[in-house]
């Protein structure tokens, strides 16, 4: 199982970046998934959730800015990031709770990261 993501960048303040990740490989089911974001000095964040059934919980830092959602059928992942800040700037990774075979249990897989800047 692989979570690839793309869609980093650099972006002026108050621009806009959507991110993807599509998770490939033997999938049997995908629990939640989400994307967190680490930047230099600090410690890997959580910036959003989305669980199987479309339920979201966003850090309060980015609430009425970014969208998380995702596309089942897809098995891909999308963070939609508006009104970005120069606090942004991160590198943000992509995580999701997969079920690899028949037997039902759950692992956690992480994408590669993406570096994401906020800049003028």
């Known amino acids: 199982v692989q979570l690839q993501a793309s869609g980093g960048g650099l972006v002026q303040p108050g621009g806009s970046l959507r991110l993807s990740c599509a998770a490939s490989?033997?999938?049997?089911?995908?629990?939640?998934m989400g994307w967190y974001r680490q930047a230099p000095g600090k410690q890997r964040e959580l910036v959003a959730r989305?669980?199987?059934?479309?339920?979201?919980n966003y850090a309060d830092s980015v609430k009425g800015r970014f969208t998380i959602s995702r596309d089942n059928a897809k098995n891909t992942l999308y963070l939609q990031m508006n009104s970005l800040k120069p606090e942004d700037t991160a590198v943000y990774y992509c995580?999701?709770?997969?079920?690899?075979?028949?037997?039902?249990?759950?692992?956690?897989?992480w994408g590669q990261g993406t570096q994401v800047t906020v800049s003028s």
């Open positions: 995580n999701a709770e997969i079920q690899p075979g028949i037997v039902r249990v759950y692992r956690d897989y």
């Open positions: 490989g033997r999938i049997f089911s995908i629990n939640d």
């Open positions: 989305i669980t199987s059934g479309g339920s979201t």
